[in-house]
């Protein structure tokens, strides 16, 4: 009995060693596949740093283009017309210059009327006139004393000599002035020849027709 107890205990011995072994080899294995199975971390990509890009502006400048030419610019010509005064602005300059030769039958006509003047032999202020054909301007004088002329006399027109009433001289005429054209405002009549004797006239705006009622 004894024999047979050392023979069992004999056979247990390798058994459980082995089994031990076993368990070991068992556990190393386990250990390296939890170790081969854990999930690898992800790498965390690199992001590299850049400055943020600003967009181009693109500026363009455009120099005028200046032509040299050596023409001079033209001049506007200007036409002369009467200056605009105001009543403050008006001046009075006479337009007598012995008018003493020259006879008119008033001082003051209305617009429409013919103006008839004669010129009188007074004196040597007539010297130089051609007596025959005497030659004479009509003159509108503005409220400036501007003059502008409006008529002018026929030289080839020949005039008669007369005595008028009130005259010791003789006189040539007459001569005429028709102012339907003109408008109310100063006037003179001057002689071109000898002392240029003038004489001064008032033309009144034109007397409106009155139609009768039938």
């Known amino acids: ?11 247990v011995k390798p058994v459980c060693t082995t089994l031990i072994l076993m368990l070991l080899l068992a556990g190393l294995l386990f250990t390296a596949g939890c170790e081969s199975e854990e999930p690898a971390t992800p790498a965390v990509p690199t992001v590299p740093l850049t400055m943020k890009t600003i967009p181009t502006r693109h500026i363009t400048t455009t120099i005028p283009t200046t032509i040299m030419t050596t023409e001079p610019e033209p001049i506007p010509e200007e036409t002369p017309s009467e200056p ?3 009543p403050e602005e008006t001046v009075t300059i006479s337009g007598n210059n012995h008018p003493e030769y020259i006879r008119m039958d008033a ?3 209305a617009v429409g009327e013919i103006v008839q003047f004669y010129l009188v032999n007074k004196g040597p202020g007539i010297n130089g006139c051609n007596y025959t054909h005497p030659s004479w301007t009509a003159y509108h004088i503005s409220p400036a004393g501007t003059k502008f002329i409006v008529a002018t006399g026929d030289p080839t027109r020949a005039y008669m000599t007369n005595i008028l009433e009130g005259e010791i001289a003789s006189a040539t005429g007459p001569m005429s002035l028709d102012t339907g054209r003109l408008g109310a405002g100063r006037y003179m009549i001057q002689f071109n020849c000898g002392n240029n004797m003038s004489r001064e006239f008032v033309l009144r705006p034109r007397v409106p027709s009155v139609v009768g009622l039938s």
């Open 1 to 11: 009995m004894n024999n047979h107890l050392v023979l069992r205990k004999s056979r």
């Open 84 to 86: 605009v005064t105001t």
């Open 107 to 109: 001082s003051s006509y």
